[in-house]
């Protein structure tokens, strides 16, 4: 037999909601219409989940979480727009996340096994990727992309339209203006490139020799005055076309939002 949802009493569930299979909606939640929940998904109690959005499956969200709420942004005009939440996310108190707007292909997406910890907001458009950590109260501007395995410290915030390279760690209390390089570490109130973050390529299990090959990229990028145009291209010639050091020489020839990262490293 399929397992049936369970509803508290107190909870509203508007015509159209779709509900998978064994999921809890808890007290005082309130589920609107254009709602998609996958099987498995929790919701403890005071969640409202509203607009065209959809989680996967196996979904926890905490009490006082808003999603799919409209976007805090003045164009936007009521335009059908959609939060896309995928698998195994985590969604503590009091976080917030907003759809797309037409401005930015009308889709903010969410990834696989995520997690928000309590206040974090991701503004109108984002993309993020599958197992990101964003502690206390992160906050996201409008068209930010947070790649796979980043880490984004508490009380840090992301100005619009940057990226967070994968396995990206941003430390506490910082205030991301520029991009941030993927398998580096980026801190302080003006943030800052500060070097490899060692701890978590260690942790996912990268070999000393990539570790030695980004370490090479950043020391040839950033170790001299300059700019990172000029030593861009024979920077490219000596390194492997493969592998985390070229992931990160692509992502700064596709930079969208400055040179920031340009250093000098420290």
Do not use: W
């Amino acid at each position: 037999m399929t397992p049936s949802p369970t509803i508290h009493p107190s909870a509203v569930i508007e015509d159209g909601a779709q509900l998978g299979r064994d999921v809890t909606i808890g007290p005082f939640c309130h589920i609107g219409g254009g709602v998609v929940l996958g099987d498995g998904c929790v919701l403890h109690s005071h969640v409202v989940v509203q607009g065209e959005t959809s989680l996967g499956a196996g979904c926890q969200v905490y009490p006082f979480a808003c999603l799919g709420a409209p976007p805090q942004d003045k164009k936007y005009a009521g335009e059908p727009a959609m939060l896309v939440i995928g698998d195994n996310n985590v969604i503590r108190e009091y976080v917030t996340m907003h759809p797309g707007t037409a401005g930015g292909g009308s889709v903010t997406r969410i990834g696989h096994r995520g997690l928000f910890m309590i206040g974090c907001h991701v503004a109108h458009d984002c993309q993020i990727g599958d197992d990101t950590i964003f502690v206390n109260h992160v906050d996201l501007a409008g068209h930010v992309i947070v790649e796979d395995h980043a880490i984004i410290g508490g009380l840090s915030g992301v100005h619009q339209y940057c990226r967070i390279g994968r396995h990206a760690m941003v430390g506490a209390h910082s205030m991301v203006v520029q991009d941030v390089l993927p398998y580096t570490t980026v801190t302080g109130p003006r943030a800052h490139l500060a070097g490899l973050n060692l701890v978590g390529l260690k942790r996912h299990d990268f070999d000393r020799e990539a570790i030695n090959q980004l370490r090479d990229a950043l020391d040839a990028l950033f170790a001299e005055p300059g700019t990172v145009e000029r030593r861009l291209d024979e920077v490219s010639q000596i390194l492997p076309n493969q592998g985390p050091a070229d992931d990160v020489l692509r992502f700064i020839t596709q930079a969208k939002r400055g040179r920031g990262f340009t250093g000098p490293l420290e």
